[in-house]
Every structure is written in structure tokens, then in C-alpha cells.
């Protein structure tokens, strides 16, 4: 390429100078202030005085013709002048390449529609000639754009252009595919400066495979009734609208060609689109997705498969490579989903026993599998009801907002008021689940949302009441649910589970006698409930409150001011099958601070209002004890009640009976007559010791 370093611009008034007045230096390799010429001849840059902005073809040259420049290193051109003594230098510097004729394309494949970009890397400002090769007769081929070149060869032609690179070396040309540009491999090629032989790439204009995809469902089976989340993706079709995904499903049963997801007996027909489950490919989201609602879907227990396709054509013209339903010969993608019937589990807290004190919060946990009584595909509850029938008591509740979440795990929690109204005795508890048709085809009073006690079960078809309850006992009332729900015509599912109420019990362990100094361990055992948390998270442990008071008259209320009686609570601990109950202790407490004499000990439940006591004796130091520590004598036995005597289990008889309008507080009449004891007791010891 020639050159001539020019000051394009400048102010200097060269017209007034007298003489040469500036010079250049060339800096390579070594220095020079000649160089040769385009025609070959070498010139002088020293003592110049023409003007520096206009051009002279004498001062231009080629880099590539001077010995001090090599391909690749950089280069220094210095202007210099000389004004009244003064010194003035300008430098330029650039890097000297050898830029060899080459051509790149931005990819090797390109699809119908598409287009390519083509980058001519050759020696600066220099023209060259850059061609496309087609069929001069075929239409529809590709061609260059509208921008990058510098003109046509030819008018109207846009397979052939001309065009130069830039300061770096590099011009880029827009390749256009049409749409029905004829699949095959294509050449574009450039000749100019450097190019003994013309320069070539080449590429191929494809059609890509469209890619349709189903995305993995879980191993586990789903239950008929739940919701299943399809989706997917599809690559290789360039649109910015909807594309409509074509869903079927096959399986036991099921027509051959299949059937829709909302399948009600028809089977899809080819070709025509109403007769399909249809999503919407996004191609801003770049996927598609489906919401199925399996309740919709009446069918039995198996598994099934879920085909999508492109086009609304079945399986029988799409099952098998290069069938008339398949993808650019493929066959469409397809998932399997194992579909199994609802169901209903449930069990009492394993630390319950499933036996609770009147008083005490009654709960358990359910397992419902299959959606019950859900209302569409964003809801988050469905509808689940159940009743309990005990001594007395024949009671029905649900809840309309079952939740489906966490795996449709849930339960029930009654508050302390609702068990201390119930009399002791095994309850039958029985889960309802609306089946496979997410309907309760039998109701309690005839009402969808009934809660309270309950006299009749009514067909929720034709309202003609199935069981009147009125007479029944609780064992009677439950079998004829039970009967109702297993009728042929009905659907419905339920579990049944047994649970038992007890009356509040505290059993205190008499301590025995003790000597001043010892450690005091109160222990004993209780039915109240221990740790455990109910579904919706209440705490049920009850609080068991510990006193212990002297009594013993001690003149000038010494006891009050000396003895350091603590105040203690405890929760009962696991529940024992063996004995069903359960225990509870508190930590040794020191009596060296204490007087001898008789004490009272007191545990006090606030939860379900019961109060025990017992009494034990603390001896002066030095005494000897009357009895053995492990055979201590109760003065009062009568106060503690006496353990249960095992008796052979046998299934309970229920006997109806009114439940009384209140409640007597258990413990407090006992505690009466202690306290009247205890005032003749101290009045004995104050007479004794005078």
C-alpha cells in the first residue's frame, strides 16, 4: 500500500519562510531520512519547504519497500522543524504488517432465513473483488446485504462486490439466506492486492431438526386426583409467536390413536387440532407448560403415557422414524406417568399411646393422597371431613381447606375444653376422603359443611337419609358409617382409628422418712400429656407444679425465715405401653435448712385443674429411721390413690349416658379435709411441746 505522511491541518505561515524549513525521519530497525519511492527512486526527507498538507506522489512510498521497517515491529515517522532557532518535533507511531488476503466466516452452517457475516481481513484501503458463486438461473440463493461493500460490479447485482478493509486490515459484509434458499454447500471468494489466487470459504445452508422436549416427571407414582406439572422446551424453529404443543395420552383402556387429558371417551383424530390437549410453546420463555388435572381424568390404576408433538396427529401415525406424525423424521418425545387410586392414612402421635386426659389438647396426623376435593389447578386446599363417636358422643367435623401441600400431610387438634367435656372411655375415629370423583357421596345432616353432634348420614344424590344414628351406641354408629361408606355405588374412602379418654390422674411416690440433710426426690407417674406438638405446632405438654409445705407449727414463723423450701415444675416424660402412663421426677432438693417435722408435698397441673398430695416425715439429725427408706409408712394413705390392678383386656361396652352440666374440681375436696387434719396435728405438737 503507498503512503505519504501529510499535516493535514496546520497554521503555519510557510508562505513567509525563506528556505527549507522541516524534515522527516523514518524509525524502523535503524534510522532514515530516505526512502524509495513508488517509482523506485530513492528521495531525500530532509530540507524540505513544500507545504506539508498538500500530497506529492514524489514522498509517497511503500513500507514494504524499505530496508528499516520489518513485518510486525513498530514504526516511528518524526516531523521536524526549525523556526528562529527553536526546535519543534511531531511523532507518529503505527505498526508495519504484511496483510495477506484471507477470508472468515462467522460459521460454517447456516439455517434458511438466517444470514452470515463475512470478514475480508487484507491490506488496508485497497479494493477487492469479492464474489458469491450461484447458478446464474436459480433463484432464491444467498446474497450479499445491504451494507459493508464498497459498490456493486455490476448494477443490480448482489452476488458480486467490491470492498476494502480499514485502518485494521478488516471489512465486514453481511451474507442474507433466504427462506427458500436451496439446501447445499455455497463458495464466496476475493481477489486483489496480494491475492496471487483467489481467497475462498465456504459454507452450507441447512435445515436444522426441530427439538421437542418433555420434561422428567417424578419416579414416584401420582395419585388420581393429583395435579401434574407438564413442560418443556422446543429448539430449532424460529417464530415469535405461540406454538401450539399437541398433547395426547395412551394406556390401559384407552383409545388406540389416544386420547386427550381430559379424556371422556372420544380418541384424538389426525388433523384436527379441537380433538387435542393443547399447550403453547412461549419462545420469550423458550418453554411450554401444562397444568393436568387428573380428576378430570376418569381412568383406572396403571401407568400411561404422555406423547407431544408439533402437529395434530395421533400415535398410530406418529409411533415408528420418518412417520407422517414425526419430527423431520423423529419420533416425537413422550414420558410415562403411574397413576394409582386416592388414599386416606392416619395414626395418633406415636407418644400419645392414643390415650388422652380429660383436659388434655386430643390431636392426630393424616396422610390423604390424591388431592380431596380440590377446585382447580392453582388451589391449595381441598376437603376432607371426619367424625368421632365415644360414650355419648357421636360427632361430626371437616375441614373445607385441607392442605395439599407438604405431600397432603395434615391432622386434626381439639382444644383442652373439648376433651374435658367428653366422659372416659375408647372413641372411634373415622377419616373421610371424597374418592376418585372428589365428591362426598355421603354427608352428616345432609350438609356439606356440617360440624356438631350428629343423628343421620344422607345420600347426597337424592337427600333420602341413609343411617339414622339416634339410637345407636358409639361401636353401632361407627359400623353403620362404615356400611354406608362401603356401598357399591358409593366411592368414597375413609380409615378408621381408636382412641381412649381417661380421667386426669397424678400419682405422687410417698418419699418416706428422711433425716435433716438429706436430698428430697419427688416422683411418680401421671396419664396428663407429655412432649409432642400437635399438626398445626401447639406444645401439649402439661406443666406439673411442686410444693412442699411444713406441717408443723414453728414458733415466730422460723420456718418462713429459715427453711428454703424451693418452688418447682416439671413435664411428664415418655409414655410407658406397659403401664400407660407416664413419669415425671424433679431434682433433689436439700433439707439441711429444714425443720424436722411433717411436710406436705403438692403437685399442682393448672392445665386440666388437678392437684395430688402426699406427706412424708423429716427426722431430727441423728434419729434413727422407724422403717426401711424403701418401706417408708404413708400417714395418710387415703391421699394417694392406690396403682390400677391390671385386669385381661376385653372390648368395651358403651352404655349412653348424660354428661353432667359441671364439672367437680378432682382433688380439691380431699385437700379440704387434709387441711382440717393438719390444724388438729399442729394443735398436738404445740400442746406436746409445752
Not at 514524489?58 to 528499516?68: G, I
Not at 414425526?326 to 407418644?351: M, N, W, Y
Not at 407444679?545 to 429459715?562: C, F, Q, R, Y
Amino acid at each position: 500500500m503507498e503512503v505519504q505522511f501529510l499535516m493535514r491541518e496546520h497554521n503555519l505561515p510557510f508562505s513567509g519562510f525563506q528556505g527549507p524549513w522541516y524534515e522527516y525521519e523514518l524509525q524502523g530497525l535503524s534510522k532514515t531520512d530516505k526512502v524509495i519511492n513508488t517509482t523506485g527512486t530513492r528521495v531525500s526527507l530532509k530540507d524540505l519547504s513544500a507545504d506539508p498538507a498538500i500530497p506529492d506522489l514524489k514522498y509517497a512510498f511503500r513500507l514494504s519497500d524499505q530496508d528499516v521497517i520489518s513485518p510486525g515491529r513498530q514504526v516511528m515517522m518524526v516531523f521536524r522543524m526549525t523556526l528562529n532557532d527553536l526546535n519543534y518535533e511531531l511523532r507518529y507511531l503505527f505498526t508495519a504488517k504484511d496483510y495477506q488476503p484471507e477470508l472468515e466466516l462467522s460459521d460454517v452452517s447456516v439455517e434458511r432465513g438466517g444470514n452470515l457475516v463475512l470478514t475480508v481481513r487484507g491490506t488496508p484501503f485497497m479494493l477487492y473483488n469479492i464474489t458469491l458463486h450461484v447458478p446464474p438461473t436459480e433463484e432464491y440463493h444467498p446474497r450479499f446485504g445491504d451494507s459493508g461493500w464498497y459498490e456493486k460490479v455490476l448494477p443490480g447485482s448482489d452476488y458480486h462486490v467490491r470492498a476494502y478493509p480499514g485502518w485494521d486490515g478488516e471489512v465486514q459484509l453481511q451474507i442474507d439466506i433466504p427462506k427458500e434458499a436451496p439446501l447445499t454447500s455455497y463458495r464466496v471468494s476475493a481477489t486483489g492486492p496480494g491475492a496471487i489466487l483467489p481467497v475462498t470459504a465456504d459454507f452450507d445452508v441447512v435445515k436444522k431438526a426441530a427439538t421437542l422436549t418433555i420434561d422428567e416427571l417424578r419416579a414416584e407414582p401420582y395419585i388420581i386426583g393429583d395435579t401434574v406439572k407438564l413442560s418443556g422446551s422446543l429448539a430449532n424453529l424460529k417464530t415469535s409467536d405461540l406454538i401450539p404443543i399437541y398433547l395426547f395420552v395412551t394406556g390401559p383402556n384407552l383409545p388406540a390413536n389416544g386420547a386427550p387429558l381430559t379424556y371422556l371417551g372420544p380418541e384424538v383424530v389426525d388433523d384436527e387440532p379441537g380433538t387435542f390437549t393443547i399447550a403453547y410453546y412461549n419462545p420469550t420463555a423458550g418453554r411450554w407448560e401444562y397444568t393436568w388435572e387428573t380428576r378430570d381424568f376418569h381412568c383406572e390404576e396403571g401407568t400411561y403415557t404422555i406423547h407431544a408433538n408439533i402437529q395434530p396427529i395421533g400415535y398410530r401415525k406418529s409411533c415408528y422414524p420418518g412417520a407422517p406424525g414425526s419430527i423431520d423424521g423423529e419420533v416425537p418425545p413422550s414420558r410415562e406417568c403411574a397413576l394409582i387410586s386416592p388414599t386416606v392414612h392416619a395414626k395418633f402421635d406415636e407418644g400419645t399411646g392414643g390415650v388422652f386426659a380429660r383436659g388434655d389438647l386430643l390431636y392426630s396426623w393424616w396422610y390423604a393422597r390424591g388431592s380431596p376435593g380440590s377446585e382447580g389447578a392453582t388451589s391449595s386446599t381441598g376437603h376432607m371431613k371426619w367424625y368421632i363417636f365415644g360414650p355419648n358422643f357421636k360427632y361430626a367435623d371437616c375441614n373445607p381447606r385441607f392442605p395439599l401441600g407438604n405431600g397432603g400431610t395434615y391432622g386434626i387438634t381439639y382444644s383442652r375444653n373439648f376433651t374435658y367435656d367428653l366422659s372416659p372411655g375408647d372413641y372411634f375415629i373415622v377419616y373421610h376422603h371424597p374418592g376418585l370423583n372428589n365428591r362426598f357421596d355421603v354427608l352428616p345432616e345432609n350438609n356439606l359443611y356440617f360440624k356438631g353432634n350428629l343423628k343421620k348420614l344422607f345420600n347426597v344424590d337424592d337427600g333420602r337419609v341413609l343411617v339414622d344414628l339416634g339410637a345407636l351406641d358409639s361401636r353401632n354408629a361407627a359400623t353403620a358409617l362404615l356400611r354406608a361408606l362401603d356401598s357399591v355405588n358409593i366411592d368414597d374412602t375413609y380409615v378408621m382409628d381408636t382412641f381412649s379418654i381417661e380421667d386426669p390422674l397424678i400419682r405422687i411416690e410417698p418419699p418416706g422418712e428422711l433425716i435433716v440433710g438429706d436430698g428430697l426426690v419427688v416422683t411418680g407417674t401421671t396419664n396428663l400429656a407429655g412432649g409432642g406438638t400437635t399438626p398445626d405446632g401447639i406444645n401439649v405438654a402439661d406443666t406439673l407444679t411442686l410444693t412442699i409445705t411444713s406441717l408443723d407449727m414453728h414458733e415466730s414463723g422460723k420456718a418462713n425465715t429459715v427453711m428454703k423450701i424451693p418452688f418447682n415444675c416439671t413435664t411428664p416424660g415418655g409414655y410407658s405401653r406397659d403401664t400407660g402412663l407416664r413419669s415425671f421426677s424433679y431434682g433433689s432438693i436439700d433439707t439441711s435448712t429444714w425443720y424436722p417435722g411433717k411436710y406436705l408435698v403438692t403437685v399442682w397441673c393448672k392445665d386440666v385443674n388437678l392437684k395430688e398430695t402426699c406427706t412424708f416425715e423429716l427426722l431430727a439429725e441423728g434419729s434413727e429411721r422407724k422403717t426401711a427408706e424403701s418401706e417408708a409408712h404413708n400417714p395418710f394413705p387415703f391421699w394417694t390413690p392406690a396403682p390400677p390392678t391390671s385386669t385381661p383386656s376385653v372390648e368395651p361396652e358403651f352404655t349412653p349416658i348424660s354428661l353432667p352440666t359441671t364439672q367437680s374440681t378432682p382433688g380439691l375436696l380431699g385437700f379440704e379435709v387434709l387441711i382440717a387434719v393438719i390444724a388438729v396435728i399442729g394443735a398436738l405438737v404445740v400442746m406436746r411441746r409445752r
